[in-house]
C-alpha cells in the first residue's frame, strides 16, 4: 500500500498559547476551523462535524482524540461516516520567540476509498489543509482577514 503522507509546516506571528487556544477551544476553533457542537482536548473525547466537498457535498467527519500534551501536541483519528478508512491529524506546537512553529501531519490518507469524484483524493487534503492553515488559521490568531 502506498503511504499517503501530508506534512506542513508555518510559523505564525502568535504565542504557543494563542495557537493552542485557536486548535483547542471549540468557540474559537469555529472561527476558522469547523464548527464543531462539542470539543474537548482529553485523549478519547469523540467529536464529528460536517465538511463540504468540492461538488457541495456533505460528509460526516468522525473523530477520536488520541494524544494531547498541552501546547505540544494535539492528534485525532480522523474519519468518514458510511466509508471504509481511517487517518490521523497531528498538531505539533513549537515556540520560535514569539511566535509558533506548528507542524500538521495528516497521515493514513490511502486508506479511504477511491470514489467517483475522487473526495478523499490525497490533493483535496493537501488544498484543504493548505487553506486552513496557510490562510485561516493564521488570519485568526494574527488577527488578519481570511
Not at 464548527?35 to 468540492?54: C, T
Not at 471504509?84 to 507542524?103: C, H, M, Q, Y
Request: charged share 25%.
Amino acid at each position: 500500500m502506498n503511504m499517503q503522507l501530508f506534512v506542513t509546516e508555518r510559523i505564525y506571528n502568535a504565542t504557543v498559547d494563542k495557537v493552542w487556544k485557536a486548535i483547542t477551544d471549540k468557540d474559537q476553533m469555529k472561527q476558522w476551523y469547523f464548527d464543531l457542537a462539542e470539543f474537548w482536548p482529553e485523549a478519547g473525547f469523540e467529536f464529528q462535524f460536517y465538511g463540504q466537498g468540492k461538488e457541495g457535498e456533505q460528509y460526516l467527519h468522525l473523530c477520536k482524540i488520541t494524544e494531547v500534551i498541552k501546547e505540544k501536541k494535539l492528534q485525532y483519528s480522523w474519519r468518514y461516516d458510511g466509508y471504509d478508512g481511517n487517518s490521523f491529524v497531528t498538531f505539533e506546537l513549537f515556540a520560535e520567540g514569539n511566535a509558533t512553529r506548528l507542524k500538521l501531519t495528516h497521515e493514513g490518507i490511502e486508506t479511504f476509498p477511491v470514489t467517483a469524484n475522487n473526495a478523499f483524493a490525497k490533493e483535496n487534503f493537501v488544498e484543504g489543509w493548505n487553506h486552513i492553515i496557510g490562510i485561516s488559521l493564521p488570519g485568526f490568531v494574527e488577527g488578519k482577514a481570511s
